[in-house]
């Protein structure tokens, strides 16, 4: 059961570092915008896990429901999946911005033109 | 008795209805074009989704939560045939034929060149 | 059992992570980021955050999906071919996430195991938040009374960003309302799906049970999974799916644009006045007990408000932020 | 009661997966994306069951209308991709 308990865990690791890796290595910058969504998806996942209690359901009172998992986590997670809408389409519009100026949206030709 | 009764039968539906969709899901990745492989997918769309929303249902009994269950039944069979339609429309105006006779035998890989 | 059915979603969604990055093809990766969403979504579900499931349904099954393909379709869809040599660099980058992978992965092993009642997070935190929302505030969903009253100021932080990146967007690509003045009307060929005739038929029928759901929602959110977070973003989807059918200028005519800065900014002073109307009522900011005579009651009132504020700005955030996209597209 | 219908619905999530990673065209994906959002429709309304809470199915109904704006978005962005390629041949044949 250790192993099990510790699986999500992992998994979230692996997550974050493939979208870490999408950010580093990646030169279009929508690829990097792809993989910051899914570098923040997998904190979202990790910190809803921390709050599961086993044997509890969702923290919303009814019959037959005794032992609740933590609120607060849900409620930071519920927001930030909001806010990280928002931050994503104005990540994407700096990117369509670029693209007027440059022409491009990879970040080497970029990169290029700005050192003549 | 009546319990039981109906207990065997949202068994029946629900092991039918996950037939459905594993047939449906075996045939999206085994058939050998689009057009055949959106006629599995929607296998799984109409009869997996209806016979286990069906056996859910009969676990329900009369509450709120059969209606919204109906509900979600209606939505899901008004929806995924328009979504495939319309997939349908603009993969054939996009130029993606269906295949026919010898090209069946065609492998994937094959069929992309 | 739920357990192994957690852990085979999180290797689907795995596999779906490391497919998204390994493809070139954008628009490969924009679908693949549909099925982690919906895969992301299903886990929170198993987790036991019905809330935030359903954040993630009405966030990710369509306006995520609409927005990056807006951004893919005025850039360019494919990634540039590079040579594929391994060079000093690309074996940093691999170096560089192998370690820090190891690294994360050996702090795990201080971590709580899933679902320990001993971990901190269930110590003293939880127990008091549902005792005190049975007590002070009474209605079921904890998830509600914790957003809206315990963590208030929290809450009018992340509306305060969610604003102030619908403007950061409105800034950069402009409210659209320029490039059209100046420019010729839209020919019919380039007004929404009007080619598709039965997704159009349906798509209207839906839409008004679309808004009826979020209006549930939004009302709903004390007793049932929900809340205004949730209900702007299903509000904004059917808009967003009215703007597809239509055509941008139709939905633009329904909402105009004005209407929808005024939703921005409005939503968020609401929430701020609430807080303000707790001080002048002589209490602390944001302290709902005072708005009315028994503070149980007052409790109610306040989360009912501040959750239409929170409703009436993300719904705003989001058809602007659609709208100054689509006018980029048109243009 | 549940498990045999949430275990065919994972299983057939999975292989519809495989068919969104292995394409070959792109409307194969759009239609795997379409398949995979009405399977979870359906795994998310046996689980409410399985946890013997059924008011989750706010849920489930949210799912049910809102997965099909995609597949719209998907429509608008061919039609939109394939109006550019119009427009670049016209130009194209005039220079």
């Known amino acids: 059961m250790d192993i099990l308990g510790l699986y999500h865990y992992w998994i979230f690791a692996v997550l974050l570092m493939t979208g870490f890796f999408a950010i580093v290595a990646k030169p279009n910058l929508v690829k990097k915008l792809i993989g910051l969504s899914l570098f923040q998806s997998a904190v979202f996942l990790c910190y809803i896990t921390m709050g599961k209690i086993e044997g509890g359901t969702a923290p919303i009172m009814g019959e037959g429901a005794e032992l609740f998992s933590s609120p607060l986590p849900q409620v930071l997670i519920l927001t930030a999946i909001v806010v990280s809408i928002s931050t994503t389409a ?11 100026e440059y022409g491009s949206i990879e970040e080497d030709e970029i990169q290029g033109q700005d050192q003549p | 008795m009546m319990d039981i009764a109906i207990d065997i039968a949202s068994w029946v539906l629900l092991a039918l209805g996950g037939v459905n969709l594993l047939i449906g899901g075996i045939g999206v990745l085994r058939m ?82 | ?135 002070l505030i009474d209605i079921p969903n904890a998830v509600t009374a914790v957003l809206a009253s315990f963590r208030g100021y929290d809450t009018l932080g992340e509306v305060v960003v969610v604003f102030t990146a619908g403007v950061g967007v409105l800034f950069l690509l402009g409210t659209g309302a320029s ?11 380039n007004a929404g799906l009007r080619h598709y005739l039965i997704p159009r038929i349906l798509g209207r029928l839906l839409i008004p049970f679309i808004l009826l759901l979020g209006f549930y929602v939004q009302f709903h959110g004390e007793y049932g999974p929900g809340g205004g977070f949730q209900a ?33 900014a409005g939503g968020t002073l609401l929430f701020g006045a609430v807080g303000v109307a707790g001080i002048v009522l002589g209490s602390n900011f944001l302290d709902y007990s005072v708005l009315s005579e ?22 705003g955030v989001l058809i602007s932020i659609f709208h100054a996209f689509a006018a980029r597209a048109t243009a | 009661m549940y498990f ?13 997966l495989l068919r969104a990673v292995r394409g070959p065209t792109v409307y194969d994906r759009v239609l795997a994306v379409n398949m995979f959002g009405t399977k979870t429709v359906l795994l998310l309304a046996a689980l409410a069951f399985l946890f013997g809470r059924p008011d989750f199915l706010d849920l489930v109904l949210v799912y049910a209308l809102i997965n099909f704006i995609g597949v719209f978005a998907v429509l608008e962005f061919f039609r939109y991709r394939a109006m550019r390629a119009r427009q670049g041949q016209v130009e194209a044949q005039r220079e």
């Open chain 1, 90 to 100: 104005l990540g994407l519009g700096l990117v369509l911005r670029i693209k007027d």
């Open chain 2, 32 to 113: 050998p074009d689009l057009y055949t492989r959106m006629h599995a997918a929607s296998l799984t769309d109409s009869m997996g989704a209806i016979l286990v929303i069906l056996g859910i249902m009969l676990q329900a009994g009369l509450s709120l939560a059969t209606v919204k269950l109906g509900v979600i039944l209606v939505f899901l069979l008004l929806t995924s045939p328009t979504a495939a339609n319309a997939l349908a429309a603009s993969a054939l105006l996009a130029g993606v034929t269906p295949r026919t006779g010898q090209s069946l035998h065609l492998s994937d890989s094959e069929a992309r060149e």
């Open chain 3, 1 to 135: 059992m739920t357990t192994l059915f957690g852990i085979f979603l999180l290797t689907l969604l795995m596999i779906t992570g490391m497919a998204i990055v390994h493809t070139r093809n954008l628009f490969v990766a924009v679908m693949l980021m549909g099925i982690a969403s919906l895969l992301i979504a299903a886990s929170f579900f198993l987790l036991d955050a019905a809330d935030v499931a359903l954040t993630e349904a009405a966030i990710g099954a369509g306006i995520s999906t609409v927005l990056f393909l807006g951004a893919l379709a005025l850039t360019s869809e494919r990634e540039r071919k590079r040579r594929r040599s391994l060079s000093t660099s690309s074996l940093l980058q691999f170096g560089i996430v192998g370690v820090v992978a190891l690294i994360v992965i050996w702090a795990t092993f201080d971590q709580p195991r899933l679902g320990s009642p001993s971990a901190p997070v269930q110590a003293h935190l939880t127990p008091w938040y549902i005792e005190s929302t049975r007590d």
């Open chain 3, 179 to 189: 490039s059209r003045a100046a420019g010729a009307p839209l020919s019919e060929d």
């Open chain 3, 232 to 264: 702007g973003a299903i509000i904004a989807a059917s808009v967003i799916l009215y703007a597809l059918l239509e055509g941008e200028q139709r939905a633009l005519s329904v909402i105009p644009q004005g209407v929808l800065l005024a939703m921005m």
């Open chain 3, 294 to 315: 028994d503070p149980v009651n007052g409790q109610h009132w306040g989360i009912l408000l501040i959750e239409m504020g929170i409703g009436i700005t993300v719904a």
């Open chain 4, 4 to 16: 045999a219908a949430i275990l065919a619905t994972l299983v057939t999530m999975a292989l519809a």
